[in-house]
Structures are given as structure tokens and as C-alpha cells.
């Protein structure tokens, strides 16, 4: 039997160019938000959306996006799995662990 890796649904991602005070902020997306050019990985952010729920609404219910009015942005997969709460579980333990000052 020949091992086909499936791609996972959800990411946990950082967004470096929204870094604030040392503090890299971080997301989960729909994997199929990203958008891999010129080496760099991107994700599609619906900024049209008014809220979190609304983001989350749009992820578990793998709702298409309006791509037109979605901004680009820069970011680095950090995890991915195909289990929403296995994202929401690494998403706060990296939180925690950004709160940790390094000396």
C-alpha cells in the first residue's frame, strides 16, 4: 500500500509582519487560505468578516471565501491537522508559551 499524505484542513499560523512588542501574533486558517509563491507561504484573511465567530463560522464550515476582498498576508505554518480542537489545543499552548520572556 502506497503512503499518500493527505493534506490537513486547519493551520496554525504566525503572521510576522503583524509582530508588537516581540510578540508574534497567531491564527488558525483553513488550509485551503494558503497560498504558497516565489518560496513564500501567504494566506488569504477575510477581512470583510466583522468578527472572530464569523472567521470561525467560515473555517468549520468550509464556506468559500470572497477573494477579492481578502487582504495577503505573510505567514509560517507552525502546525497543521485535519482535527479542529487538535488546532484550537497547539494554538493556546503556543500563546502561553510567546508569554515567556527569554533572557
Same mark, same amino acid.
Not at 19 to 46: A, K, R
Not at 63 to 77: F, G, H, I
Given at each position: 500500500?502506497? $503512503? ?9 499560523v ?6 508588537? =512588542?516581540?510578540i508574534?501574533? %497567531?491564527?488558525?486558517?483553513?488550509t ?6 516565489? /518560496?513564500?507561504t @501567504? ?5 470583510? %468578516? =466583522? ?8 473555517? %468549520?464550515?468550509r %464556506?468559500?471565501?470572497?477573494k477579492a476582498?481578502?487582504?495577503? /498576508? @505573510?505567514? $509560517?505554518?507552525v @502546525?497543521?491537522?485535519?482535527? @479542529?480542537? =487538535?488546532?484550537? $489545543?497547539?494554538?493556546?499552548l ?10
Amino acid at each position: 500500500m502506497e $503512503n499518500q499524505e493527505k493534506v490537513k484542513e486547519f493551520a496554525v499560523v504566525e503572521f510576522p509582519e503583524e509582530e508588537i =512588542n516581540g510578540i508574534i501574533p %497567531l491564527g488558525i486558517i483553513s488550509t485551503s487560505w494558503l497560498i504558497e509563491e516565489d /518560496c513564500q507561504t @501567504y494566506c488569504l484573511w477575510p477581512s470583510y %468578516l =466583522n468578527s472572530a465567530a464569523e472567521r470561525e463560522k467560515i473555517i %468549520l464550515d468550509r %464556506l468559500p471565501l470572497d477573494k477579492a476582498k481578502c487582504d495577503r /498576508c @505573510y505567514v $509560517n505554518v507552525v @502546525y497543521s491537522t485535519n482535527h @479542529y480542537q =487538535n488546532a484550537i $489545543n497547539k494554538l493556546t499552548l503556543l500563546e502561553k508559551a510567546s508569554y515567556i520572556p527569554l533572557m
